[in-house]
């Protein structure tokens, strides 16, 4: 069971909330079933061990891991364990192999084996297209395997129009079906890219051990990507999750204005009232709370690599709404403009927020470069009403000002005037005060907290949010 507790470590390094009893589960899932169907194995494994499906990509890459299929014997002249010489592969091809014919056999059997959907297939050509083409290095220190060079030579979103063909002039595909089929044969064709991954993920890791590959070889599940590193897709994700965190964060409020509610003691009544008692406060005296929900500002910087980070935030707040009495969202790159409206209207359908909020929101002056000092000024100057004793304002952005004036007092005037300010920042701590950054300044006039990824981001606004 060595393999299991360490397939399990590297899980919960992931992030993966797995407790010693599901361990014990899975160990006995796996005696009940054996070790003979590997695919069993991985499907027992992901009931036993996983909480929810958005964690199973990660998963299975970890899985393939710790648990990969039989390696496949080299079937080719260009893997470059084949050395009848003891010249590298690349060396061999760079000295006039031809290669190019070599590849171009290769994606034709990688078509053919796509149209058929022979699976076994596809793995064994995964394998050998790795061993082929995506070693690097020539030495035992600097040499190893590549997915990004692979799929770079083989090209397989080209073969679309090959596969195709292949299947219709099988007549097994109606005309009719052309989209559907080119969005089932992508499908396909991204299989086989993940094969690929997965099979030069596997042969470093039997070079460089599984623990250290899975730690740094694999991406983790898209709470925890950080904001400013995050593509398209993993923003996709992110923004499929705003519902249910919000839930989730919702309930924690809730039950925080309850305990809440109770109010503190008062200490002054206590004692007074255990006179009664010979001085013991048998009954505690409690201070009750006035009624009414607090009110939340949202500014936030939507310019460059924190757009996305804004964008997420936004979202998610909007969600919460009905947590607070009011809540005023506020956009800006170097002017600034309340987005509230275009918020709400676009509380549905998260996607796209971001170009709505720069093409109807007014949001620039005669640059397009992000300006703290002038969107702080602007903001005291125009929106001064939206800040009392209730609100709690919270300000996104990396504090980057482009070399331009901070206006620090504009900030203060802001943190004098609300309840309180939280400042939020998608940039790690050691970054602060680097080249344009002026987060250490402004951290010295309002609480200034790392704000990473989404998972960091819910940990923070179920804790700061006032109730």
Not at 356 to 365: K, M, N, V, W, Y
Request: net charge positive; hydrophobic share 40%; aromatic share 6%.
């Amino acid at each position: 069971m060595a393999r299991l507790t360490s397939l399990v470590a590297a899980l919960r390094d992931h992030g993966f909330g797995i407790g010693t009893g599901e361990t014990v589960d899975a160990g006995l899932a796996l005696e009940a079933i054996g070790f003979t169907d590997r695919e069993r194995v991985r499907e027992a494994l992901a009931a036993t061990l996983l909480h929810g499906e958005r964690q199973r990509p990660v998963f299975d890459r970890v899985f393939d891991l710790y648990f990969p299929a039989k390696a496949t014997a080299p079937t080719t002249a260009t893997d470059p364990d084949d050395r009848a010489d003891g010249v590298h592969a690349a060396d061999r091809r760079a000295a006039g192999d031809p290669g190019d014919a070599g590849l171009a056999r290769l994606r034709a059997r990688i078509a053919e084996a796509l149209a058929a959907g022979d699976t076994a297939l596809l793995d064994r050509l995964a394998a050998e297209a790795v061993a082929g083409w995506g070693a690097y290095g020539s030495g035992p220190g600097t040499d190893g395997w590549s997915s990004y060079q692979t799929l770079s030579r083989l090209r397989p979103e080209t073969l679309l129009a090959r596969v195709r063909a292949a299947r219709t002039a099988s007549g097994r595909e109606p005309e009719f079906t052309d989209r559907l089929l080119d969005d089932e044969i992508r499908r396909a064709i991204e299989g086989f890219r993940e094969r690929v991954r997965t099979e030069a993920r596997r042969r470093v890791a039997d070079r460089q051990g599984r623990d250290r590959v899975a730690r740094r070889a694999v991406a983790g599940t898209a709470d925890r990507v950080d904001f400013l590193l995050a593509g398209r897709e993993q923003l996709d994700e992110l923004r499929r999750t705003v519902r249910p965190l919000a839930r989730k964060l919702a309930t924690r409020l809730a039950a925080r204005r309850r305990r809440a509610a109770r109010g503190e003691i008062d200490l002054r009544r206590t004692l007074r009232g255990s006179l009664s008692t010979g001085g013991v406060p048998v009954r505690p005296v409690l201070r009750r709370r006035r009624p009414g929900r607090p009110e939340l500002v949202l500014l936030c910087d939507v310019s460059g690599s924190v757009a996305g980070f804004a964008e997420f935030t936004m979202a998610l707040v909007q969600a919460l709404h009905d947590q607070f009495s009011r809540v005023r969202v506020f956009a800006f790159v170097n002017r600034v403009d309340e987005v509230t409206g275009l918020l709400a209207r676009g509380a549905a359908d998260p996607a796209g927020l971001g170009e709505r909020i720069l093409a109807e929101a007014r949001l620039t002056g005669w640059h397009g470069q992000s300006d703290y000092g002038t969107a702080l000024d602007e903001f005291v100057e125009r929106y001064a009403d939206a800040l009392g004793p209730r609100t709690v304002v919270f300000v996104l952005g990396d504090a980057r000002t482009n070399r331009a004036d901070p206006r620090a007092e504009s900030l203060r005037l802001i943190a004098e005037r609300a309840r309180r300010v939280h400042w939020l920042n998608p940039e790690q701590p050691a970054l602060w005060g680097t080249g344009d950054s002026v987060a250490p300044l402004y951290a010295e006039l309002v609480d200034m907290w790392p704000c990473r990824n989404a998972r960091r981001l819910g940990e923070l606004i179920g804790r700061l949010l006032p109730v």
